[in-house]
Every structure is written in C-alpha cells, then in structure tokens.
C-alpha cells in the first residue's frame, strides 16, 4: 500500500468520537466498517465505555483495521452507504474513474475522512518531518563555563542569554561586530543570527579551540585567541560588546583594554559593555577561578564610555529586565557608547 496514504496514530483527531460511532453504527458506513472488522477489534470495541479516551489497544487496532480497508474494492460498492458523506473534488473525480491499485487506497481513504471528518484527518506531514529533523540533529556538548553554570546555577544561564539578545536587539543588521571575551561562547549565537558576521576573541585558547570544534557548523561567527590590552585586530568593525569582562580586567589595564577596542571600530561605531554592578556585589554569586576585580557602578561606567564616544548611555538590568530605574538597584549594568571622539590617544 502506498506509504503517504496509510493511517498513522496522529491521524486520529479524535479517538473516542470515532470508537463511539463505530461502536453504536447508526450510520451506513460505521455499519459497513464493523462488519469488516476482525473478532478482535469487535471485542475492543465491545468492552469501550463510550465516553473516556479508547485505550492504545483499541487506537491502534483501528488504524490496522482502516490501513487494511484502503485497499478494499467494495467500500464503494453501494453508493448510498456514503450519500450523506460531503466528498472532496477529488474524491468526486475519482469516483467517476475505476480506480485500481493506488487510485483506489487513495479513493478510500478520501472516502474515509470524509465520513468521519471530525474523528479522522490528514496528518501534518511537514509537522512530522520537522520533529523527525530536530529529533536526529546532532548535539553539541556545551562549554566548560556553560557546563558549571548548568550544575551548579541554571537560572544563570537564563540571565546571560538575555544580556546577549539585549546586545543582538541593539545592532540587528550590523554588517562586522566584535565580541570580546566571547569564553565558551555560550551566547555568541544569538547575536550572531542578527548580524552578518561576528568576530569572536578570547585570550583563553582552551576556550577558542573548544568554540571551533563545538560551533563549527555555524558558518558566520569566526573564533580567535587573542588578549585586547595587548592587540588589536587587523580589520575595522561597525561594532563591539562585552559582556562580563570588564569586571575582570585590571583597573591599570582597563584603559588600554578599552582602547584597543575602540582602534578597531569605525569612526560612528558602537560599543556595548555589559557588567555587574558594585552596589549588588554583596548578592552575588561566587565568580568562580577568575574574581571581580574591577566592578562598575553606573557613574564609573559612565565615565569610561565618555572617555571614547560622543554619546554614551547607561542601563540598569535585574534578570531579565532591561530598565533605566534607580540604578543602585540594579543588578547589572550596560554601558552604551555611540560615535568615536575624533581622536583616539596611544595606549600608555
């Protein structure tokens, strides 16, 4: 029989309005069908109470029984079995036919929901097919800063994806950006599926190399090693973020980390900085191997971002809120830097 014409358990709309119908038979077709079926399905359908949801035994004795009744040659024999039956166009068609062999598993079928157009239906083959996708896609391991979030505080991973959508909301559509201390790279996608290309850097090579194994298949976003007070890349950006590194570089060290990342960026470029802020340090969590060593309030952020662009901004974060309330309740903080000054001072 021919597979895209088969019944399948998804294909039952409403199980127990068709065990009823073909329990009482009071039309012509559920009279024809129960006579057709097997001692089995008889007694299946003898002990259905009517109301609760037929059991999985009664469900798919149903569908062998209709599967092996599209190949019937005499459902159609009498005419008036299906007279109060609304037919489709091509059932129509092909009634007007002598269908044979596919012709007619499909006439029966078509037959078949339309007797019973409230219990029997068409599953969604593209549906199917896109669980089966997503079901087979191969996994991806996550990173080792992602992997002790998930054991050890799940709902930070939730926080983090929120700062990076934030920063994907803000540069949609930008052609180049930059992503310093991307680590194990755990949001990088996110803004990655709304730019054209993103350019990731870590100073931690374990990390990079985990990235390029693990994100491969995301043909936009490139990873290298590289430590920002130190170099800068060799090309020009439309735009920069960096979320949850700041707090970790040296006071001493910041101005050339700042520096170096805005040498890269076009003359209207933009940079986003994300980073706890000092007055929630007493709740937050443990950093981890690598401390806070250099937290912002929002005036101490502010004051970095002026130091590099025309127009700077400052929002406040809890969860996943981005807000400009009170900033000492904030959280977290964004600082939000538009328009390079016209001239960029050599790093000391």
């Not at 001692?39 to 059991?55: A, F, I, R």
């Not at 996708?133 to 926080?159: C, E, Q, W």
């Not at 170096?260 to 076009?266: D, E, T």
């Given at each position: 029989?021919?597979?895209?014409?088969?019944?399948?358990?998804g294909?039952?709309?409403?199980?127990?309005?068709?065990a009823?119908?073909?329990?009482?038979?009071?039309?012509?077709?559920?009279?024809?069908?129960?006579?057709?079926f097997?001692?089995?399905t008889?007694?299946?359908?003898?002990?259905?109470?009517?109301?609760?949801?037929?059991?999985?035994?009664l469900?798919?004795?149903l569908?062998?029984e209709?599967n092996r009744l599209?190949?019937?040659?005499?459902?159609?024999?009498?005419?008036?079995?299906?007279?109060?039956?609304?037919?489709?166009?091509?059932?129509?068609?092909?009634?007007?036919?002598?269908?044979?062999?596919e012709?007619?598993?499909?006439?029966?079928?078509?037959?078949?929901?339309?007797?019973?157009?409230?219990?029997i239906g068409?599953?969604?083959?593209?549906?199917?097919?896109?669980?089966?996708?997503?079901?087979?896609?191969?996994?991806?391991?996550?990173?080792?800063?992602?992997?002790?979030?998930?054991?050890?505080?799940?709902?930070?991973?939730?926080?983090?994806l929120?700062r990076?959508?934030?920063?994907?909301?803000?540069?949609?559509?930008?052609?180049?950006?930059?992503e310093?201390?991307?680590?194990?790279?755990?949001?990088?996608?996110?803004?990655a599926?709304?730019?054209?290309?993103?350019?990731?850097?870590?100073?931690?090579?374990?990390?990079?190399?985990?990235?390029?194994?693990?994100?491969?298949?995301?043909?936009?976003?490139e990873?290298?090693?590289?430590?920002?007070?130190?170099?800068?890349?060799?090309?020009?950006?439309d735009?920069?973020f960096?979320?949850?590194?700041?707090?970790h570089?040296?006071?001493?060290?910041?101005?050339?980390?700042a520096?170096?990342?805005?040498?890269?960026l076009?003359r209207d470029?933009?940079?986003?900085?994300?980073?706890?802020?000092?007055?929630a340090?007493?709740?937050?969590?443990?950093?981890g191997?690598?401390?806070?060593?250099?937290?912002?309030?929002?005036?101490?952020?502010?004051?970095?971002?002026?130091?590099?662009?025309?127009?700077?901004?400052?929002?406040?974060?809890?969860?996943?809120?981005?807000?400009?309330?009170f900033?000492?309740?904030?959280?977290?903080?964004?600082?939000?830097?538009?328009?390079?000054?016209?001239?960029?001072?050599?790093?000391?």
């Amino acid at each position: 029989m021919s597979g895209s014409s088969m019944f399948c358990a998804g294909d039952l709309k409403n199980s127990a309005s068709l065990a009823a119908k073909l329990q009482n038979v009071y039309d012509p077709v559920s009279q024809y069908l129960r006579g057709r079926f097997s001692s089995n399905t008889q007694q299946l359908l003898h002990e259905y109470d009517g109301c609760s949801p037929p059991s999985k035994a009664l469900q798919r004795a149903l569908i062998d029984e209709f599967n092996r009744l599209l190949g019937d040659p005499h459902l159609l024999t009498n005419v008036q079995r299906f007279a109060q039956v609304v037919l489709t166009k091509e059932a129509q068609r092909l009634t007007e036919q002598d269908p044979q062999s596919e012709d007619l598993i499909r006439l029966n079928r078509l037959l078949l929901e339309g007797a019973y157009p409230q219990a029997i239906g068409r599953d969604d083959i593209s549906t199917r097919l896109h669980v089966d996708k997503t079901i087979y896609t191969p996994s991806i391991k996550l990173g080792p800063r992602t992997s002790y979030a998930l054991l050890t505080d799940p709902n930070h991973m939730v926080f983090a994806l929120s700062r990076y959508k934030f920063c994907a909301k803000l540069l949609q559509g930008k052609t180049s950006v930059l992503e310093v201390g991307c680590g194990d790279a755990f949001g990088s996608p996110v803004v990655a599926q709304s730019v054209k290309h993103l350019f990731c850097v870590d100073c931690e090579s374990k990390l990079i190399e985990g990235n390029k194994e693990r994100l491969s298949a995301l043909r936009n976003i490139e990873f290298h090693t590289m430590d920002m007070i130190n170099v800068v890349p060799d090309r020009t950006f439309d735009a920069a973020f960096s979320i949850d590194v700041i707090e970790h570089v040296k006071l001493e060290e910041e101005n050339a980390f700042a520096t170096n990342i805005c040498r890269c960026l076009a003359r209207d470029g933009i940079l986003i900085i994300g980073t706890p802020n000092i007055e929630a340090r007493k709740y937050a969590s443990e950093p981890g191997a690598s401390p806070h060593i250099n937290l912002k309030s929002n005036i101490t952020l502010k004051q970095l971002m002026d130091q590099f662009f025309v127009h700077s901004f400052i929002f406040s974060m809890n969860d996943e809120v981005v807000h400009t309330g009170f900033y000492k309740m904030a959280h977290y903080l964004f600082g939000i830097g538009i328009g390079m000054r016209c001239q960029m001072e050599a790093v000391p």
